[in-house]
């Protein structure tokens, strides 16, 4: 009964084909009114759009400030910076619009040049594909209509373009390495002057949590950051105009209403796929850091291979070299199945659906007249067909790449957001904010506000200490306020268990550790010389091991030639090392292999007396070598005028010092004037009466024993 009355209302004598005929006649009679009506409609969805992303923007961005606040007032906040989501957000146009003012430094600048002239010869190269594409139908046509002569014509036409069309094609690839390594070389310019001044570079690993792999940070993420960006510009420029420029030429023959229904079903389909589209640029900073972490372990295997291979301790390293491995290739696995399921949707959709969409399209001016276009024989049909088809097959690859290049940008959003956090912590690190998962819970309040203050440090001839708190970056309050201060020529002994915080101590005389609170006074850091227990040998010659950190140039400029040097290591009998490289003192090596641990000391020491700063602190600096040679060594650093601070727990040292600073290890400490001789004399008896003490429960026992009996 329904379908009869629905038939009803069609007049009997009114077929579908007559209705459809009718449509397209009033159709192509309103062509203009109805083109206007529909553009006007998809501006203002247009503008509704716009509007509506911008608001949904504006609630983003509160909502990851009040995300914010929160984080910042727990203890972990390292954590909600690490864990902070990788979108293509307005974090991510403000980082990638810094790391971009970086890479592209002003008008002026290469890179501008750069991109100016990649940007021409992409557009050059969309115009010769237009030229090609009509070409190549121009060409078939001749072929249908049988003329010979104009074919010939054309395949000469057809050569002579493919010189410039090469050229252009291999300049694009040109520019785009040039650029990756310009903006390669400004990004590591940029981090290297951050990285190694205000020793950054320390701070970054020892006094916060934020960063773990700051090496593979700048080998590896900052190239990659570069060839992505360079990449995009192309793989998203170039689409963009392709689009373009096809489209209109598209337009004019197969009519802009089919193009305008061809893009609004593409731009569904594509938001479809955008919807389905997993955060691969989340996916690839996880990978990244997943990578530098195993990286980092193997790393750590080399540097301490001997001590690893002397405890046996292979099977532990490789447990854990294998966990960090199975972590990365578990994740690298999961984001290979999420891109293989993505890739089928966007073949089939790319390549298939708009693919036949495409030759409805090119169908068009085949079985419908279009206003304005000519095509009427044979020959004209096939031209423009096989130009369609071309420009189509040109602007659907055109905007298949635009589609792909989500995924691009969302990789690239992954490395702009690793490069931006390690800047951001660099900066906050030059500021003096660290963040640091805090070890000890205990009095956490108490613990936070002495860590929440700053002390003052003020350039002096001599070193002060006045109420400063010795305070771990894991918030460990060693020492609550210490207050001692040394003169030239007051050489201090500092004694104490371990983990009492004397290193700690000479870690905020070198600026190293912030000064949490109280005053320090102490000279300028060239006047100050550290020799730690595991002296650092440089990469270079072996001069350059003794004049560290001074270079050739400077020792030179300093007056100080090789024969000085040679003096220097005499007296720490360490000159048959010059003699024993043929290359004499530009000999290279890798140092710590070639020399033993007490030649490392000497060495170190002859830097000292290279440097002869006014203070030295010299930090179980004489551990392996002989009672002799530690005296050789002490007594030739007083004759050059250093002032000595050591710390030690040889008694054979005491007698080079005057003064003592003892620890206890409680938060407790004494420092007083030292007299070695009696200081000794009166630890012996000490040591003496303990061990008598010691006996005393067994002299009671056979007391015991003799009375039973
Ligand atoms: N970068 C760091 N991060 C967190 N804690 C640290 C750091 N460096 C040192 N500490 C901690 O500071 C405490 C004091 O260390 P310090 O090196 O000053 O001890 P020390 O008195 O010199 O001991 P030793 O005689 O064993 O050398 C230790 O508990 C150590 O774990």
Redesign the pocket.
Known sequence: MAAQSKLSIIPPDRTLKSIISELTTFYLKHRTKISRCVYLTLFFALLNRIRSAISEQKAAAARQAAARQRAATTLGHGEATKRQKVELNREFFKNLFRLLRICIPGWKSKELRLLISHSIFLVVRTLISLKVAAMDGALVSSLVRGKGKDFLIGIVWWMLIAVPATFTNSMLSYHQCKLSLQYRTRLTDYIHDKYLSNMTFYSLS??DDRIKNADQLITVDVSKFSNSLAELYGNLAKPTLDMSIYNYSLSKSVGGEGLFFMSLLVQLSANVMRALTPPFGKYVADEARLEGEFRFEHSRLIDYSEEIALYNGHEAEKDTLDKGYFTLIKHVNYILRRRFTHGVMEDFIIKYVWGALGLILCSVPVFFKIPGATAATMGDRTESFVTNRRLLLSSSDAFGRVMFSYKEITELAGYTSRVATLLDVMDDIKAGRFEKTLVSDESSAEQLELMSGRGTVIESEDIEFIDVPII???G?V?VKALTFSMKSGDHVLVV?P???????LFRILGGLWPVYGGTVRKPPLSQVFYVPQRPYLSAGSLRQQIIYPDSLLTMRSKGITDADLLSILRILDLDHLVSSFPEGWDAEAEWRDVLSGGLQQRVAMARLFYNRPKYAILD?CTSSVTLEMEKVMYEQAKALGITLMT?SHRRSLWKYHNKILQFDGQGKYIYTKLDADRRLKLEDEREDLMLQLKQVPEIERRIEELSAA
Do not use: M
């Open positions: 020892a006094l771990t970056p894991g460990s060693l104490g371990n983990g009492c915080g004397k290193s700690s179980e710390v």
